[in-house]
């Protein structure tokens, strides 16, 4: 009962965390993604990028690029515009201007499966193949759906717009400064090949690693996760060539295969990649 006054209390004052309930702005852009997708990277290059000045780092990122689930209402309602939103919803139609980042889920699930262990979600002799497959059946605790679920919901809803721009993890990382190019213009924010450099360079994985081992007990998305394992871990594409067993492999290409090949990722099941070849 108390604990239902206190939030019945909060949420009259505007003091908790709208999330998906967020009052959304005209003038808002959003930078969305499945959990584990590159999304904290991702708001680090768009913070050093828009706000060079503020020095952006793991003590200040919400305040430059807010989390609705980590601020509370009327905090957000009076940030300075426009604001840059970080989001993991799956679509949502109040959401004109939007970043997407997807992420090949065969990194994704290795991604959460470390983080889950960092978190104490899991423990760490945890079965990875029984943790895939959980994976692609939406069993992990949130609530934005499967990986397929929610980069569908919006890559196929959003994809031809032009306040849409998709922006894939690899990309990023192999061809960062011709991603942030485009990344500037859908912005409309003028960044000289120097500012941009600055941006990229400021949001390496080591620069973040560094950041985070000063700051990690400051930052709500590590604060009370484990210290003796890192946030910021490899930060590379193509882990799962290595990690992931063939079964779990298979199980992600066979839910999301036709998915991962419109956005543009090879299938490494040869049954699968012929099926999607005599069906094109």
């Known amino acids: 009962m108390i604990k239902r006054l206190i939030a019945g209390g909060k949420h009259l004052l505007g ?3 709208p999330g998906r309930n967020l ?17 904290t990277w991702t708001r680090f290059l768009i913070a050093n990028l828009v706000f060079p000045e503020k020095q952006p780092d793991f003590a200040n990122l919400n305040e430059l690029i807010p989390d609705p689930e980590g601020l509370s209402k009327r905090h957000l309602e009076n940030m300075p515009r426009p604001r840059y939103i970080k989001s993991h919803q799956y679509f949502d139609p109040r959401y004109k201007k939007l970043i997407y ?22 423990s760490e002799d945890y079965p990875l193949q029984q943790f895939v497959s959980r994976f692609v059946r939406g069993e992990l605790n949130h609530p934005y759906g499967t990986w397929g679920e929610n980069a569908a919901s919006w890559f196929y809803t959003r994809r031809q717009g032009p ?21 500037a213009e859908f912005l409309g924010v003028s960044a000289d090949p120097e500012r941009i450099a600055l941006a990229i360079q400021q949001s390496s994985a080591d620069r973040m690693r ?18 003796d394992k890192p946030f910021v871990r490899a930060a590379k594409a193509g882990g799962w060539k290595n990690e992931l067993p063939e079964a779990s492999v298979a199980e992600i290409e066979g839910a999301w295969g036709g998915l991962m090949r419109e ?4 299938l490494a099941v040869p049954s699968l990649v012929h099926a999607g070849a005599e069906r094109g």
């Open 101 to 122: 980042i997807v992420r090949d889920p065969r990194d994704v699930v290795l991604s959460e499966f470390h983080f889950d262990i960092k978190r104490r979600a899991i």
């Open 163 to 183: 306040q849409f721009l998709l922006v894939r993890y690899e990309s990023l990382q192999s061809q960062a400064i011709d991603e942030m190019e485009k990344i």
């Open 15 to 17: 003091l908790h965390h």
């Open 210 to 227: 560094e950041l985070e081992k000063k700051q990690g007990m400051l930052w709500s998305s590590t604060r009370e996760t484990r210290q």
């Open 263 to 266: 956005i543009g990722y090879e």
């Open 23 to 39: 009052r959304v702005f005209p003038d808002d852009v959003f930078l969305v993604s499945y959990p584990k997708s590159g999304n």
